[in-house]
């Protein structure tokens, strides 16, 4: 007892210490303590950004993008590595001679091999062989685009279509949660059903039915009722009933004011395929757009007719001409697809060659461990289960669905938490490869801009500590629901 | 156990608290070397050569401490540091000055508690691109792709020149020159932007350097200089000074091949001073009185050092510009020595 106390008095003692000693260094480097640094504009750029951010903004707000930005690809590579690690496990299981070497040498070859490796390796592939933007250009590009134009690989990263909401998507998605909610109420009720009669409904093609129809059959409805709208375009100066190509001739690198929705896209679309950067500006009313135009924020507005017809005459001193081309209206849900553009490819959703790399290098490396779990896991349960499952006429899938991996679950979830955290926190190798993590952004611009070494790296540790926390917490919850229960 | 541990750990805090407390000088004398950081590797500046001796232009100023130090140009523990990590290392005081392209800014000699020695080159940032985009001007750069290195005041130049000629552009956040070019080579980014004299040495290495334009605009003023921790002014002192002495020697004409000739006495004055065989300059810094011949005959005058690494006779061929001394139209000026 006495030794305890006396320890603890020592060990608080060198706590003391440690915290007097930072404290009176860094008055003798003349440093304060201060997170004033946070709201303080940060005058640097990010390429992958979840939220609004420009060189404009706080440091806090870096510091956010970052932290987006490393739970983006946490979240990726725990999806990823789970699916990866599942299937090997399995597979390292199989009887197939081939199939479980192949999966014995992913495995290994993995997992004894440093992860910044595989991180630097997959980045190179991925910028050295795959071709430069510039090559897609001319009438016999050295690249072309796959999937029938719509996803362009290149060493700046993979362009895909983006997703964007027209008129009628809220209807849409009303649409599309009650089928989820239809397909829930089946599932209890055909499984009562089973429980009472026995009877076994198709649930499967019917949920998919549920799934599928309603919200395709509003869309198409919805489409059919809209897509001939056309939206005029209203330019100022230019000639009356000019053409796009024409009007964008005359006014390199035009400003455009619209009000974001699907006809903005379309008009995109059709600036970047007469080779011209689509240089949107957002505006959220038919009267900021006017503004817009009278101040001469923008020369080009794309409409709806009665807006237009509005307009049309009521800017004073602004000579506001209607081109002959109109733009489609779009339907209630849309593809953007990338397009060569300028210096780049514009449009679509960019996924930069940092974020593949890390995210496929995470995914692997930690899918290794988590295949060596899984295949634990299904090892734990013993053989006598299996047996008796199939002597009760089960099939080998309901088999594994519910004898088998349900009890494995058990086994397995508990070291995957570990691997989540493990993977989280490796996600801040980052840096070598240029990706915008919390690590690059608060831990490395933020600080080498603004010289608070020691306050960046405590709230960068205090991040990781908080996320890893959380992660255990739910996996922990998870853990507990699956566990065997005692009653 | 737990105690015997926590004994170590106050131990060795405090013997870290007490080499913290004495003077840098006195600390490069006991250790016998100087620890001078440089950049990764950038040819011209600061690289390990083929025999891997550290040789190049901010090189040649820590030589030139060291000699005036040490009396030995070669006792140097040369320290690469990134545009992230020169900082803390200065700082934490792992480097005893950093002569890494550093700009002299507000905020890094006020806020980051340097001491800016002197300017050793006159710079300002610029931009590379490959000669087949046909891009002539930085104005056209309009959603170009950029290389970046993170940590630096370019990229905040670059941000606000963007910003201010309304044009978008895409980061490429890289770690070093090493690292920039191969990027840049590879077509990930279409423009690599750095200081001009960093694009010159980066261009020239190069397999074929005619196929890149360095583009006319200079976007920003960029006066790079030896730098060292506030708080020690006699450190601060040796550094400027010694950087002052390459300055000045080349003004009087003192070159490496006639200093120990000159060192014997002269009928000028300033050389005489500056020289030690006129009163003691050196001892009033702490030093010998032939600091300053050691300092130039480690690597020659500022005008040497210059043509040597990076002037026109050299691959990188950058011309003296603003970077010749105030008799000759440039901003070279050294304070007297008196």
Redesign the interface.
Known sequence: MTIQVVALLLIALAFYWLGHNIVSNLRQLGKDFDFGFLWSRSGYDINQRLIEYSNNSTHGRAALVGILNTMLVAALGCALATILGVIAGVLRLSKNWIVARLMTVYVEGFRNIPLLLWIILIFAIMTEATPQPRDFRGDNPDASMILFDSVAVTNRGIFIPSPVWGDGAGLLLIVFALSLAAIWAFRRYAHKRQEATGDILPVFPVSLGLFLVPTLLVYFAFSAAISRDQYPLMGVGGQQGATLEQFVEENRNPSICAIPDTAVVNLSTELRAIGQRADIVSVSSAAQMQESLQSGDCVLAVMPPDVAATMAGSLDGVDLVTLGQTIDRGRPLQFERPQLAGFNFEGGIQLRNSLIALWFALSLYTGAFIAEIVRAGILAVSRGQTEAAFALGLQPSRTMNLVILPQALRVIIPPLISQYLNLTKNSSLAIAVGYMDVRSTLGGITINQTGRELEGMLLLGLFYLVLSLLISGVMNIYNTSVKLKER | M??SV?LG??AV?GLA?GV?SASTLEEVQARGALNCGVTTGLVGFAAPDANGEWDGFDVGVCRAVAAAVLGDPSAVNFVPTT??TR??AL?SGEIDMLARNTTWTF??DV???FEFTGVNYYDGQGFMVPR??GVSSAME?????VCIQ??TTT??N???FF?SNNMS???????TNAEAQQ?YL?????VYTTDASGLAATRATFEDPTAHVILPEIISKEPLGPLV???DNEWGDIVRWTLNALIAAEELGITSANVAELAAGTNNPEINRMLGSEGDLGGMMGLSSDWAVNAISAGGNYGELFERNIGENTPIGLARGLNAQWTDGGLLYSPPFR
């Open positions: 737990k105690k926590l750990t106050l805090a608290a913290a545009g992230q900082f803390t700082a905020s890094r806020d980051l508690r087949e985009l750069l309009d959603g170009a792709t993170t940590g990229e905040l670059l941000a606000d910003a552009y895409e980061p490429v956040p890289i770690e990027q590879a077509g990930a980014c279409d921790r506030h708080g």
